[in-house]
């Protein structure tokens, strides 16, 4: 059971982070009183007080936009608390994805750095221009090549007792695979999501 203390503030009201459960992006910040809590446990859908309509608004009760809860988490210092869940369409009065006009996608922190340098690059293509730019002006087949070395250069290195080979050959493989992936009008997540399938 959670102790909140609703005390700290003089409406009695504790901010609630509201994150999306898959992606782990921040999609809005409301305000819950006890009741707007205990609506959002009883109903599972996330409930808050509304400070401006000064009364408890269920997030999607026009819109159809509902907030589906998974979890909740209170902080250390029992005042502010952390709401997972799963969306139903875009979260902002504005249609965006987020109340910070965000696009609610999985990010992969480095890799997709890295996929926006690829895709930079490939879309501003001269083979002059950078190693990658001059892959993609040799085509499809070039890159698929590239590929399989670096795959083959990666067994040859895990049959080895060199660890720093082995993880240089696999930064390449990934490297290319990534450069490979966009080359057919793909990202990283479009395959994430089907290994996330086959878990099921």
């Not at 409406?11 to 205990?38: E, F, H, R, S, W």
């Not at 409930?47 to 159809?64: A, N, P």
């Not at 993880?167 to 493989?173: F, V």
Request: glycine share 4%; aromatic share 8%.
């Amino acid at each position: 059971m959670m102790n909140i203390d609703f005390n700290k503030s003089v409406d009695g009201l504790v901010p609630a982070i509201i994150q999306d459960v898959t992606t782990k992006n921040v999609l809005m910040l409301g305000y819950m009183n006890n009741d707007a809590l205990q609506k959002t446990i009883n109903t599972k859908l996330v409930t808050f007080f509304s400070r401006t309509k000064q009364r408890l608004w269920t997030k999607g009760e026009e819109s159809g936009n509902f907030l589906n809860l998974i979890d909740i988490k209170l902080d250390c210092d029992s005042d502010t608390l952390l709401i997972k869940v799963s969306p139903q369409g875009s979260i902002c009065h504005t249609g965006s994805d987020t109340c910070w006009n965000e696009e609610n996608i999985n990010s992969y922190g480095f890799l997709s750095e890295l996929e926006s340098i690829i895709e930079s690059r490939k879309n501003n293509a001269t083979e002059d221009s950078s190693y990658v730019a001059s892959l993609y002006a040799k085509g499809i087949n070039k890159i698929a090549q590239k590929v399989g070395e670096e795959a083959v250069e990666v067994v040859i290195e895990a049959k080895d007792t060199n660890d720093e080979l082995f993880l240089n050959e696999s930064a390449d493989l990934l490297f290319h695979y990534l450069i490979l992936l966009q080359a057919k009008g793909f990202k990283i997540n479009d395959v994430v999501n089907i290994l996330k399938n086959r878990k099921n």
